[in-house]
């Protein structure tokens, strides 16, 4: 947009000229969206003084909303310590997109400093290949028994810290860890507590395999219009989304 363009022209010349608390007031103005295009747009020796301002303060989504080869500039003047602190704070999937055309060396540097749970989450991701479905899932989800009603549910949604910071659905599983539906979070708050959340599920009429390929996984999302899928594993456990 023109805005966007005027906001731009600026950033360039207060980065050519300007003093630095001036740039860090401009740079207020952008959206980590339209950073991300900011940098594909400048040249490197501008990109490296942009960069000496969001780094100590890395943005995850700024970060992700990169190109690849402006993603790998960023990280390769970041240290292991620097660049885990970011992935450690996004979702699984998208630390997995950040480190897979790392260097086997310098992705296992920066992991060393992951603490263990996202860790775990990230390498699940890191082990499939790289086309798959299970390269690009989600593992952080919500899932409840079959037996649970909604005031448990509701409970659980509250007291429960290690759960995604956002989630549309709740997936409920049996005993096996199978899905057999979805509960829209919405719908669990405007329903009575005493209700089953088996009896409000919507059977899940689509799974994702962890190993179909990422062209057949998006073919599906359109051809059923979808907005998120279950993942699972060969034995049909839920594995990610």
């Given at each position: ?18 003093n630095d608390e001036d740039v ?102 890191l082990a499939y290949p790289e086309d798959s479905a ?108």
């Open positions: 947009s023109e805005e966007n363009s005027v906001r731009f022209d600026e950033l360039v010349c207060l980065l050519e000229a300007g860090k007031s401009h740079l207020e103005n952008f959206h980590h969206s339209d950073l991300a295009d900011a940098f594909g747009l400048l040249d490197k020796n501008l990109r490296s003084r942009l960069l000496g301002f969001v780094k100590d303060d890395l943005d995850p989504d700024l970060l992700f909303e990169l190109e690849d080869h402006l993603r790998h500039e960023i990280t390769d003047n970041l240290s292991a310590q620097e660049v885990a602190e970011v992935i450690t704070e996004m979702d699984s999937d998208e630390a997995v997109q950040v480190l897979e055309d790392m260097d086997l060396q310098d992705r296992n540097e920066i992991l060393d400093q992951v603490p263990e749970e996202e860790r775990e989450d990230i390498e699940i991701g299970g390269r690009r899932m989600q593992t952080d989800l919500v899932s409840v028994g079959t037996d649970w009603d909604v005031g448990k549910t509701i409970d659980y949604l509250r007291e429960e810290e290690d759960l995604p910071e956002e989630f549309l659905e709740i997936f409920i599983v049996d005993n096996d860890f199978k899905p057999i539906g979805t509960v829209p979070s919405s719908r669990v708050l405007r329903t009575s507590r005493d209700l089953k959340m088996n009896s409000i599920m919507r059977e899940m009429p689509v799974l994702i395999s962890v190993n179909m390929d990422k062209e057949e996984v998006g073919l599906t999302f359109e051809n059923y219009n979808l907005v998120s899928a279950g993942v699972v594993n060969k034995e049909n456990k839920l594995v990610g989304m």
